[in-house]
């Protein structure tokens, strides 16, 4: 039997190196066509040539997912070579630098909010309007990650970015429906990937000044931590099976770790506890049976 994806072209970020391109070539194997979009040209022109040695129907385009006008040109470059667009991974992502809150520096943080927030906003942007406009249905596929179901320390940021991205994916979802087109947000814990050397390609323009830079020894400790994390991680190549058989199963939210099921249950578990609190608050407990607002 054909393969849903077959003959349709999906577009991915951040598709040199890790989630990104395991996933590229798992879509690849499913006769899609692969648009490849990164930061890094050399690393990107090299991961490109290894499908391309396969067979696969591959493009590649310079992306900087914080910049809109680099997601329009490689929308208007995918059309131009394959046609239409069926897909768009938001996958590109940056972990960075773990600290404590009161001396993050500002620099990092809009780094990892604009690579991690706006860029998949602006991945959403760019192709949402190309996919509807065939009429044939689609995905988005947002890369999230476990943290964005649980805060921690350290990562407020990163943290952060990653709720957000699960919010969008959840605010999307009921908007996306009418033109067929599901999306997803894809939630791992840790993968086997380059994630804690995400400063490898950070912006100029998110440079912090060398005298706001926080002290390197602090950074290393959390670092050393976050580097065990990520290469204990499982491979990427198990994750891009798993999405596979979770988008075919048109699933909404995409775990890779059943075992950090006590994570969110723990979480959800105190965030419905609080409601008791307020139940019984003698200033609002009285709005307990009130209507509540829906869109
Ligand atoms: N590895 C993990 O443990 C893990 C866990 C959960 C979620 N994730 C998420 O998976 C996604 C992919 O990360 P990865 O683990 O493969 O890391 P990675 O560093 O190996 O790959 C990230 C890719 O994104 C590219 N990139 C970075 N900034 C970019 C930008 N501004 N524009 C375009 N491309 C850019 C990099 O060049 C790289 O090719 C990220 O969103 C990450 O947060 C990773």
Redesign the pocket.
């Known amino acids: 039997m054909t393969s849903e994806f077959f003959g349709k072209t999906a577009i991915i ?9 395991s996933l590229s070539y798992a879509l690849a194997e499913q006769g899609m066509n692969i648009v490849m ?4 040209n050399i ?2 022109d090299n991961a490109a040539n290894g499908l391309r040695e396969k067979g696969y129907n591959v493009l590649t385009c310079a ?4 910049e809109f006008s680099q997601w329009e040109a490689i929308v208007s470059s995918a059309k131009e070579k394959f046609g239409k667009i069926h897909m768009v991974v938001n ?5 960075g630098t773990p600290g404590k809150v009161e001396e993050s520096e500002h620099e990092t943080w809009r780094w990892v909010m604009d ?2 927030v706006m ?1 998949v906003l602006f991945g959403a942007q760019a192709c949402i309007p190309s996919i509807k406009e065939h009429g044939e249905g689609g995905w988005v596929l947002n ?5 964005g179901m649980m805060g921690m320390p350290y990562a407020g940021a ?1 943290c952060a970015s ?1 709720a957000a991205v699960v919010s969008m994916t959840e605010s999307w979802v009921a908007e996306l429906h009418p033109f067929n087109i599901h999306t997803s947000v ?10 804690h ?2 400063y ?2 950070r ?1 100029e323009k998110y440079a912090v000044a060398p005298d706001k830079r926080i002290n390197k020894e602090k950074l290393m400790a959390g670092a050393k931590a976050a580097t065990q ?2 290469e204990s ?1 499982i491979p ?1 190549n198990m994750l891009a099976k798993r999405v596979i058989e979770a988008l075919i199963s048109k699933q909404t939210y995409i775990y890779t770790h059943p075992n950090y099921r006590k994570v969110t249950a723990n979480r959800f578990k105190a965030i419905d506890g609080a409601f008791e609190d307020a139940e019984k608050s003698d200033v609002v407990g009285h709005l307990v049976n009130d209507d509540i607002v829906t869109f």
């Open positions: 970020s951040g598709a040199a190196g890790g989630i990104g391109l979009g990164d930061i890094d690393a990107l992306l900087d997912v914080t996958n590109a992502g940056v972990g690579v991690n860029g890369v999230a990650s476990m943290a990163y990653k894809l939630c791992p814990a840790f993968v086997k990937t380059r994630i050397e995400s490898r390609n912006q994390a990520v991680g990427a």
